[in-house]
């Protein structure tokens, strides 16, 4: 049976990695800097979160209504991301295909990897599948179709070529290690940071986590593998209610907003 990104674009396990995926954004200088002046991530790390995977799941499982209320914000949060170059730096803009391009490869590119650590690897009908479905998170916004690699082996060679060029700058930097090492945040969210942390740092490649100031051993390794290995047994377990928890929650709370909206329209019509 081929399977795609509806069988597992809302696992639960793609939020391990979550971190691995934004600190390899961040690693691309232009990224890094916009993040770094412009964003909000560092003071509302599991707002931003849900947002991002909010419109993830609205674009692979969202009704029309959802995916245009994904996109609105998106786009609305994109506005001001851009700068002209300068004599310090380079400019950067969120719309620069490049940038979203490079965006939307961390984010297949992770969610891959944990699939197979998990599921095992792929069979080619399916893992076609899957790439074809992630082309789809891009150019719901302004990626232009055919910059998305034609094919897998395409995508591996702009991979490669892209991560044994990557080296993270000083705003990327600032803004992982404010993530990654948080001070003025819930009780709750300092707590889950260690195992996040860790977990980070064992999916990224070795000069990226070295980048970011993440330290690693063989010792680390070892006990990355068996964790690895633990969750290989254990979570496909678990029911899909369970598995698909986040998802839905992000779904159902993006419907309760699109239902104020209708209201407020509603309301406005009324005193009209």
Request: contains cysteine.
């Amino acid at each position: 049976m081929v399977r795609g990104m509806a069988d597992y674009g809302g696992e639960g396990i793609l939020l391990a990695g979550a971190g691995r995926a934004l600190l390899l954004q961040l690693a691309d200088p232009a990224v890094g800097r916009g993040v770094d002046e412009h964003s909000t991530f560092v003071g509302r790390p599991v707002n931003r979160l849900k947002g991002t995977l909010t419109y993830v799941y609205a674009i692979v499982y969202g009704t029309d209504e959802q995916v245009n209320e994904v996109r609105r914000r998106v786009n609305r949060a994109h506005v001001p991301v851009r700068r002209a170059d300068n004599e310090e730096s380079p400019g950067y803009s969120a719309y620069d295909p490049h940038l979203q391009l490079w965006v939307v490869a961390t984010l297949y590119d992770t969610a891959i990897t944990i699939i197979e650590k998990i599921y095992g690897p792929l069979d080619d009908e399916s893992a076609d599948a899957m790439y074809r479905d992630y082309a789809r998170i891009g150019t719901a916004l302004q990626l232009p179709p055919d910059m998305w690699p034609e094919d897998r082996a395409a995508f591996r060679r702009y991979w490669d070529q892209r991560i044994s060029t990557l080296r993270a700058e000083t705003g990327g930097v600032r803004v992982g290690r404010g993530l990654l090492f948080p001070k003025h945040t819930a009780l709750w969210y300092r707590a889950i940071i260690p195992p996040a942390r860790f977990l980070t740092a064992g999916f990224l490649p070795p000069h990226v986590r070295q980048d970011f100031g993440l330290p690693w051993s063989g010792r680390h390794q070892r006990r990355f593998d068996r964790t690895m290995r633990v969750l290989a047994l254990t979570y496909p377990k678990l029911p899909r209610r369970i598995r698909h928890w986040f998802k839905d929650y992000c779904l159902g709370e993006l419907d309760k907003d699109l239902r104020k909206n209708r209201q407020s329209a509603q309301r406005q019509g009324v005193r009209a």
